[in-house]
């Protein structure tokens, strides 16, 4: 039988998921660490780390060749943050070590990505999606793209819609 692990991005410590894990392995990278600002998610991340429950570990540069290439086939390089990029990473690292991974999140991204890399995920706060379509904003100033999900526009200060 395979060892569970489970790779958990910042909404499983803004949510307290995390809390109601099992006793399963369940690892994280130091970018979602530094996501979680809030005191009370704050305080979650920092029990359940001096608890054991939670392992940060830095992806190795194969795995995150992996997850970048497998964004830029799909098109959706730019809307992934580098938290995200290393959490595919990470979860494709342990599917390499032999463990039967689990990526709790509520990037649709990163859901999209997983599931072409054969990578399981489960939504904390809303399901995964069924049916992926990519979210493109616009400065309807300037005409600026972008997959990411900015509040003002890099070229001319607008707002991003």
Known sequence: ?????????AAGFFSGHVLLLPHERVFTV???????????????????????????LEPSVS????????????????????ADKKLLALALD?????????????????????????????GVRRPVPRFFKPKLYICRVCGYKTMKRIE????????IY
């Open 30 to 56: 130091k970018e979602v660490v530094e996501e979680i600002k809030d005191p009370m998610s704050r305080a979650i991340y920092e029990n359940a780390a001096s608890a054991g429950k939670v392992s940060v």
């Open 1 to 9: 039988m395979m060892t569970r692990a489970i790779v958990i991005d």
């Open 94 to 122: 342990l599917v390499d070590k032999g463990y039967e991974v689990l990526l709790i999140t509520d990037d649709s991204y990163l859901h999209r990505l997983a599931k072409k890399l054969g990578i399981k995920t489960k």
């Open 63 to 82: 795995g995150i060749r992996k997850a970048i290439d497998a964004a830029t086939e799909e098109g959706i390089i730019d809307a992934l943050s580098e």
């Open 152 to 159: 003002a526009c890099p070229q001319c200060g607008s707002k």
